[in-house]
């Protein structure tokens, strides 16, 4: 079982910076291939749904969703079992809570598939509070 925790978050200005981090409790990659994960951000602002922005698989392929495509950027550092993002050029319309999710990667013939909806994730973190004022 994966936990994760998230941190980072807080006010900024539009057009400001803020990096958030999400440590998990156990490192996928120290575990056998079967316990290979997929981690992926995600955002709820209040009265919309939870939404997607970024996913990684456990080989590093990143999908972005179009709305913070070249703003936003997801990284992970193994070594520190810690996933990250870089959000750039924030604007009002990003203020929300962000999670990050972990489940572990669907097999799909040679590659590892990763869902990029809030039902594919089963480990949450508590969420990181990030307002952007205009």
């Known amino acids: 079982q994966v936990q994760l925790m998230e941190s980072g978050g807080g006010s900024v200005q539009a057009e400001g910076s803020l990096r958030l981090s999400c440590i998990a409790s156990?490192?996928?990659?120290?575990?056998?291939?079967?316990?290979?994960?997929?981690y992926a951000w995600f955002r709820q602002a209040p009265g919309k749904e939870r939404e997607v922005l970024a996913a990684i698989d456990p080989e590093g392929g990143i999908a972005y969703a179009a709305s913070v495509k070249g703003r936003f950027t997801i990284s992970q550092d193994n070594a520190k079992n810690t996933l990250y993002h870089q959000l750039d050029s924030l604007k009002s319309e990003d203020t929300a809570i962000y999670y990050c999710?972990?489940?572990?990667?669907?097999?799909?013939?040679?590659?590892?598939?990763?869902?990029?909806?809030?039902?594919?994730?089963?480990?949450w973190g508590q969420g990181t509070q990030v307002t952007v004022s205009s």
């Open positions: 999710a972990a489940d572990p990667a669907i097999p799909f013939g040679s590659s590892p598939y990763c869902y990029t909806v809030a039902t594919g994730y089963n480990y």
């Open positions: 156990e490192s996928p990659t120290s575990k056998a291939i079967d316990r290979r994960y997929c």
